[in-house]
Every structure is written in structure tokens, then in C-alpha cells.
């Protein structure tokens, strides 16, 4: 893996976010507040509607890393800021926008930073993901 | 109430212990839109050379979850759900997680910080094996928000 170069996108990807993607996200996680399903809730609670779970976006994020990786190595450490929600529509989808790119080079292991945008804006803060190379 | 400043430092008893499931590990890849065969499919998992699928970098937060409701049920903890937020979230790994794998999570209070009224309580959720080896912590920042 020494060809690395910082700043290099190893990975970029879009996801769709609809509400069937939300409730199926409470049933896996087992994180069922109803501002991820339900507007009513999320309004009387100051949000403008219902928002994806930010361990969501947090999960999907981190996706294309994992592909490009295959097996050649693992995730040793995974940490983000949330720092917008990310507003999923009763009809539609919420888009989500992952770009990857390649922060530090180490002795077999590398950093890899996460830009993640939804609505033209950036959701989550020091998105970083560092891989250990088998 | 506040959040109580001494809450930091404040250990708490180690939950019951989480067994992972081949299935829930690949529900949760689902959920995730995890597409890599290393999350759903157990021969291509032992082809990498692991016991079996491998559960996302996210998946630690099912685990957590029972040591973070001990945390919020505390009686002189100060905080109100309804006011918190998810500030910050990380996993630190000694090792994948994989189906098969038995957790124990010990919650420990490692800051309680106070910015502008709003407070940043940080928990780290320590998991380990039933041998006592480290495998993963996960570690929060809930923002409690400041009484309107």
C-alpha cells in the first residue's frame, strides 16, 4: 500500500436515504425514537421534520472505505462529529454524498478522511477512518 | 438539574454480555448498506481468515446501548433526555468483531465539560472478550442542551 498519496480519493459514493431506510435502521440498531419516523414528533421537539438516525449517516459513511479495502486490511478506528441532520422526506429521498480521501500514510496503516455532504452541506465534522493493513 | 460535574470518573457494573449474531451482523449490514461480502457471507469471511462475518465499524453501538441507558437512568446524573443531542462518536478497535463474538461493555464517565450552558457529557464503553482481552470502546459525546 505504499503507493498512497495524500489527498488522493480512494472512494466516493451516493446513498439514498428514505423512510423505509430509517425504520429499517431502528430495527437493526434497536434505536427507535420516534424523530426518525415520525413528523409530528420531530416538529413538537423544534426539528423541521424527520431526521436519519446520525449513527446512521455515521454507518453508511463509512461504506466505500470498506469496499475499497475488500480484505486487504481492516477498520482499527472510526470516529465523526455530527454536525447536521440529515432530513428524510415522507415521499423521496434524502441524498448523501461520500468522498474519501487518503489524510496520513503510516508504517501499514493510513487515515482515511470522509467528506460527507447532504443538501450542499457538509453533516459531518472530522470524519476519519484508520485502516490497518493485513 | 444540571449535569453533575462528579459523574466524571463514575464506573458503572459491566452489562450482561452481548452475543453476536450471524444474523444480526448481516441485518445490520443491511441497514448500513454494507455490501461487502466479508459482512454477509461466512466462506468469504473465512477465505479473509475470519471465524465468521464481520460486523461494520458501527455495529459496537448495539452493544453500547445498554450501557448508555444505565448512564441516563442514573438518579444524580442530571441528564434529560429530551434534551440530549449526539455530539461525537467513535470506535477504537484492537480487533474486528465478528458473528460468534461474546461482549461485555463497562461504562466509564470520562468528562463532563460545560460550554455556553449547554453540557458535553463523554462516555466510553469498553467491550471485551470473555477472556478480559480488549476488542473495541465506544466512545460518545452527548450534548445536553441548556434549559430554554
Redesign the interface.
Known sequence: MTELTVGEVVAERTTHLTRDSLVRYAGASGDFNPIHYRDDIARSVGLPGVLAHGMLTMGIAVQPVIDWLGDRGWVSDYQVRFTRPVLVPAEGVATVTVVAKVGAVEEGAARIDLTVTFDDATVLGKAQVRVAFA | MPVNPDLVGRAFPPVAPYLVGRE?VR??A???????P??HDPAAAL???YADV?A???FP??VQ?ATLAQLLAEPDAGIDF?RV?????????S??VVAGDELTATLVVTSVKTLGGNAMVTAESTMVDPGGAHVVTA?STLVVRADD
Do not use: C, M
Not at chain 2, 30 to 36: D, E, G, H, I, P
Not at chain 2, 85 to 93: I, L, P
Open positions: 444480526k441485518e445490520f443491511r441497514a448500513v448498506f454494507a455490501t461487502s466479508l459482512n477465505a479473509a481468515g464481520v461494520p465499524p458501527t453501538v448495539v446501548e429530551s443531542v449526539h455530539g461525537d462518536q467513535r470506535f477504537s478497535y480487533r474486528p466512545i
